[in-house]
């Protein structure tokens, strides 16, 4: 190979190149110079490519210093984005078409001169919902893509302020719906003469023209809903996590759901946090104890309900499964429907329940268990306030 054009393809590797010149005998001098001018220096013709990441966030790519009429790859957006977009490729054209990709999606560019190279962008869904002019009539929104980011996630709030009323994330791959995503507690909310629950503006004592969410489809790898996620969703009337993978409610999750009636849990869910369904009137089951009759039943990998956790719920035959053996403070307060209520820990330790975890709870005739060792009663009772507390006479063994 000719020994220029050697030179060439070792100065085109790098951007910068230390040239020499002898000053004295032994005594040289260097100097930095750049790859062009040293490839312009041998009489070779050479081009650069710049690129602009066109409103995108981050570094755009270094230049790119090649021989004209050569070929080269263009690079990922490896340090670069932007919000509610995917990276489409580079063109030639700012908003211009994007450069043809092969099979893999990659690019190339012949050099036929100096050239700016333009990021293009595809609105993910998202992004195009925040553009489109109105909401679609039915008021879904279907999410396409596998991921949400931490900007879409954002957004998705704003978007049912904007109208939407129903988010379907079955397509996705979350495992997570992060804490306050649709978190509306800065609201007021009231309830005219027709029942239609309404927010207000705490503000100006207005009615605010959005609905509010009524519909949420989960996606089948969801583990975690988030502290606040759904906190004062007026209008959401059901949860379904039976096809989910979830494994922790967090605290306050579905907090101040006024029309929140229907829960079905998985056999996964381990852990249901403080207030998670405080204020929720959960009524309807769709689930069966052992004995087949209707009751609302949580499942025996749950290990964990935080305080408050069902305050005002609307069940009237609740079952607990093995899992469960500490009732905490006002758990199932103010229950007012229920009348019957069944623990089937049956460990090594005695199960444990709180002295105001039934509260309220003025139809509440059973309480049956399973614990080898008994109950541990503090005071003896069921209810800080005694006028109202369960006696502990409605403590009934069952067999094993």
């Not at 029309?259 to 403080?274: F, M, P, Q």
């Not at 964990?304 to 053996?325: N, Q």
Request: proline share 4%; net charge negative; hydrophobic share 35%.
């Amino acid at each position: 190979m000719n020994r220029k054009y050697i030179l060439v393809a070792m100065v085109l590797s790098a951007s910068i190149l230390s040239s020499c010149t002898k000053e004295k005998e032994d005594n040289f001098e260097y100097k930095e110079v750049s790859a062009s001018q040293v490839v312009s220096d041998l009489g070779i013709s050479s081009s650069v490519v710049t690129f602009s990441i066109t409103a995108g966030n981050g570094t755009a790519p270094t230049d790119v210093v090649a021989l004209t009429g050569s070929e080269i790859d263009l690079p990922a957006a490896n340090s670069f984005s932007q919000d509610g977009c995917d990276f489409d490729g580079w063109s030639t054209s700012f908003n211009g078409t994007p450069l043809e990709k092969d099979k893999d999606g990659k690019q190339k560019l012949k050099v036929e001169g100096n050239t700016v190279l333009y990021a293009t962008w595809k609105a993910r869904t998202v992004r195009k919902a925040m553009d489109a002019e109105k909401v679609p009539e039915d008021g879904k929104l279907v999410i396409e893509e596998k991921n949400l980011t931490e900007w879409e996630f954002k957004q998705l709030k704003g978007l049912v302020e904007a109208g939407y009323t129903e988010i379907d994330l079955s397509k996705t791959e979350i495992t997570e719906i992060p804490k306050g995503t649709f978190n509306f507690s800065e609201y007021e909310w009231a309830i005219p003469g027709d029942g239609h629950y309404y927010y207000m503006d705490p503000k100006e004592d207005e009615k605010l023209n959005f609905d509010g969410l009524k519909k949420i489809t989960l996606p089948e790898k969801l583990k975690k809903i988030g502290e606040g996620a759904f906190n004062k969703c007026i209008l959401l009337e059901e949860i379904n996590f039976s096809k989910t993978a979830l494994e922790e409610i967090g605290d306050r999750a579905f907090d101040d759901c006024p029309s929140l009636k229907t829960l079905t849990l998985n056999e996964k869910v381990k852990t249901i946090g403080e207030e998670a369904f405080d204020g929720c009137p959960l009524t309807n089951v769709t689930n069966e104890d052992p004995k087949g009759e209707k009751a609302f039943v949580i499942p025996n990998s749950v290990t964990s309900i935080g305080d408050d956790a069902f305050y005002g719920a609307e069940f009237t035959k609740i079952e607990v499964g093995e899992g469960l053996k500490l009732v905490r403070r006002r758990t199932f307060a103010n229950c007012s429907n229920l009348t019957e209520i069944t623990f089937n820990y049956n460990g090594i330790d005695k199960l444990r329940i709180n002295p105001d975890a039934f509260a309220y709870c003025e139809k509440l005739e059973k309480i049956l268990y399973k614990a080898k060792e008994g109950v541990d009663l503090p005071d003896d009772k069921l209810g800080e306030d005694h006028t109202i507390g369960v006696d502990v006479e409605k403590l009934q063994k069952l067999s094993n």
